[in-house]
């Protein structure tokens, strides 16, 4: 028996398999694992490759699905959240999915990335302050340096690490979903007319846009004006990349069925399996992050309104993960802006003429609040109205 | 995992999608698979969306009710756990109990109102 210390293993757990893979081979076998701790356990046995696969699965008790068996997984070890596999074909195609540990690398990614800008705004400050103190003949305190530094590297360390972990993991896609590319908000195969027709068809009348204000956050009045703008024989083309604008073009009566869904997080299944029941996508979220997802379904006459929620309980949560997201953003503005206006008269060099960095700051902060005053109120009042819609109806 | 009992409080009466979603696992099926078998099932009368069942799936995987693993067309495919299938075993009592009732007491009601 041999223990082997791997202390960042879950940065770029594919790295982590085919070392695992490349120590079968030599004749070290994976027998259990410590997730926490990074201390690998492995038997001796003959020098023969094996294919591991390390996965995460909420309260799955360290079981692995049944059904993988039946490509020659068999269970090495597990935990209270993940399990490990592994497979005598080295080459085997039938690999269990990485869906789960896509999502948290790429969380993982958005933190670090989070971590390097605030180390460098910091750093930035340093110097500034640095040069301002040279300036003045004051003494210089570098010991106040490290911990922007630290931030900073650290931050670009791990931003790199998980950036080549992420790509890694998207090459693991399979043909359904998005396939792993970097996303365009507005799939290209959206854009059926070229450029210079669509200039044509504006020109003609043909073809028209729309930019109501703020009509994401108010999904049902949004969704009663595309429908009921096919009806009237003006059928939903596409969305500018933004998601501003709605761009029409003139047909028969049609009768389409527009979503405006929210997610704070959408797996690839999420997209194959609307995609594999008809729905058409029409806009999404670049970073996969808390975002709005348009879909579209034409339907016959004579066929059913098609639903993406069918019933009313999954119609009341999708309004309030709305409600709740915009709700607490504008709440973090609003005490965002006390906590400025705060520090402008409590500001020792305070001295009765208003400093600008602050009055600018207080004005930045006045135009956020009001912006996601705004957004909070619609998605609110979307709520309300879905809660009173379907409230007491299971 | 999560505690039997617990689970049961959580979801025990079912909602008409858990149930349906957890009784069409009775071999492993993709998203989209759920929704068709329910429908077949049905007659029609159910029709799940797709958004109605990606969040139930999502949170059912998360309370440790299925598993998922990929087939070899690499589509996710959902897969009942012990808990799941105990869980429904204990809603598919429940709904028993209630058309026993039901089928008691129907007669009692045939007199009453009805159309004038």
Not at chain 1, 243 to 259: A, H, Q
Not at chain 1, 358 to 382: C, D, Q, R
Request: charged residues 25%; proline residues 3%; glycine residues 8%.
């Amino acid at each position: 028996m041999k223990k082997k210390f791997f202390p960042l293993w879950f940065i770029n757990v594919i790295n982590t398999e085919e070392k695992l893979m490349k120590l079968s081979g030599n004749g070290l076998h994976l027998s259990d694992m410590s997730y926490g701790a990074g201390i690998f356990t492995f038997e001796n046995g003959k020098n023969k490759k094996e294919r591991y696969r390390i996965c995460l699965a909420k309260n799955c008790g360290g079981e692995p699905p049944k059904g993988l068996a039946a490509s020659g997984w068999k269970k090495v070890c597990g935990g209270k959240n993940y399990y490990v596999v592994k497979n005598p074909d080295p080459d085997v195609e039938n690999v269990p999915s990485y869906e789960k540990w896509k999502s948290r690398v790429r969380i993982s990614l958005y933190i670090a990335i989070l971590f390097l800008c605030f180390g460098l705004g910091m750093c930035i400050g340093y110097l500034s302050a640095l040069s301002e103190k040279i300036a003045d003949g004051k003494d210089i305190n570098i010991y106040s340096f490290i911990f922007p530094a630290v931030l900073l590297i650290i931050g670009a360390i791990f931003a790199a690490a998980f950036f080549i972990s992420n790509r890694k993991l998207a090459k693991t896609d399979t043909d359904l979903g998005l396939k792993g590319k970097v996303l365009k908000t507005v799939p290209k195969e959206n854009f059926i007319y070229s450029p210079e027709e669509e200039k044509q068809m504006l020109k003609d009348g043909r073809m028209i846009k729309k930019a109501p204000l703020g009509w994401f956050y108010a999904p049902d009045k949004a969704e009663k004006m595309v429908e009921k703008m096919g009806l009237e024989g003006w059928k939903f083309y596409r969305f500018n990349e933004l998601g501003t604008i709605l761009y029409f073009v003139k047909s028969e009566p049609c009768r389409i069925k527009f979503v405006v869904d929210y997610q704070n997080e959408s797996s690839d299944e999420y997209f194959a399996s609307a995609k594999e029941d008809g729905w058409k996508l029409e806009f999404t979220s670049v970073t996969r992050l808390q975002g709005f997802i348009i879909w579209t379904k034409e339907y016959g006459e004579n066929e059913d309104e098609p639903e993406f929620y069918s019933d009313n309980e999954t119609r009341r949560k999708h309004a309030r993960r709305m409600a709740l997201t915009f709700g607490l953003t504008f709440l973090l503005c609003i005490s965002m802006i006390i906590f400025s206006i705060a520090m402008i008269f409590i500001d020792e060099g305070y001295t009765g003429i208003v400093p600008i960095v602050p009055v600018l700051l207080v004005t930045g902060y006045t135009v956020l609040v009001a912006e996601f005053g705004f957004f909070a109120s619609k998605t609110i009042g979307f709520y309300i109205r879905t809660k009173r819609k379907y409230d007491n109806k299971n | 995992m999560l505690d039997i009992e617990k689970l049961k409080k959580n979801y025990l009466p079912m909602t008409e999608t858990a149930f349906y979603i957890l009784l069409s696992l009775s071999e492993p099926r993709h998203g989209y698979g759920i929704a068709k078998y329910v429908a077949e099932l049905t007659e029609n009368r159910i029709k799940l969306g797709s958004g109605t069942i990606y969040g139930t799936l999502t949170k059912m995987q998360r309370d440790g009710l299925i598993r998922i693993f990929d087939d070899s067309d690499k589509k996710v495919i959902y897969e009942i756990t012990e808990n799941g299938a105990e869980l429904l075993r204990a809603e598919i009592a429940r709904i028993k109990c209630l058309y026993s009732d039901a089928v008691k007491e129907e007669n009692k009601f045939s007199i009453i109102g009805g159309k004038i």
